[in-house]
Nanobody
C-alpha cells in the first residue's frame, strides 16, 4: 500500500521560504513521477509542480515559476518543494501525489495516491 506523508508546512511572512518534504513508502519510489498540488479555501485543487521518475524533467504552474523548485532524492524515497519569495496568495494546503506513471500530469484525477496535506500560511 502506497503511503505519502508531507511535512514542512507552517506560518511564514511574505518574502520568506519554506521547504516541504514528502516521504513515500509502499512501492519502488524511483519508478514513478511525483507531483505537488495545492488547494486554497473555496478553490479547486491546482497543480503546482511535477517531476519525472528520474528527476530529469520538471514543470511548474506559471504562478510559482522562478520561486518554487521541485526535486527528489530516490535513495531516500522523498520529494521536496522548495518555496522561496512566498506571497499571501500561496496560502493553501499543499499535497504531494503520485501517479502510476513515469511522467507527471497536470490534472489531479490522473494521480492515484495522495498525502494528507500540509498547511502553508503566508502572512502579509
Amino acid at each position: 500500500q502506497v503511503q505519502l506523508v508531507e511535512s514542512g508546512g507552517g506560518l511564514v511572512q511574505a518574502g520568506g521560504s519554506l521547504r516541504l518534504s514528502c516521504a513515500a513508502s509502499g512501492r519502488t519510489f524511483s519508478n514513478y513521477a511525483m507531483g505537488w498540488f495545492r488547494q486554497a479555501p473555496g478553490k479547486e485543487r491546482e497543480f503546482v509542480a511535477g517531476i519525472t521518475w528520474s528527476g530529469s524533467n520538471t514543470d511548474y504552474a506559471d504562478s510559482v515559476k522562478g520561486r518554487f523548485t521541485i526535486s527528489r532524492d530516490n535513495a531516500k524515497n522523498t520529494v521536496f518543494l522548495q518555496m522561496n519569495s512566498l506571497k499571501p496568495e500561496d496560502t493553501a494546503i499543499y499535497y504531494c501525489a503520485a501517479p502510476n506513471s513515469v511522467s507527471y500530469y497536470y490534472t489531479p484525477r490522473k494521480y492515484n495516491y495522495w498525502g494528507q496535506g500540509t498547511q502553508v500560511t503566508v502572512s502579509s
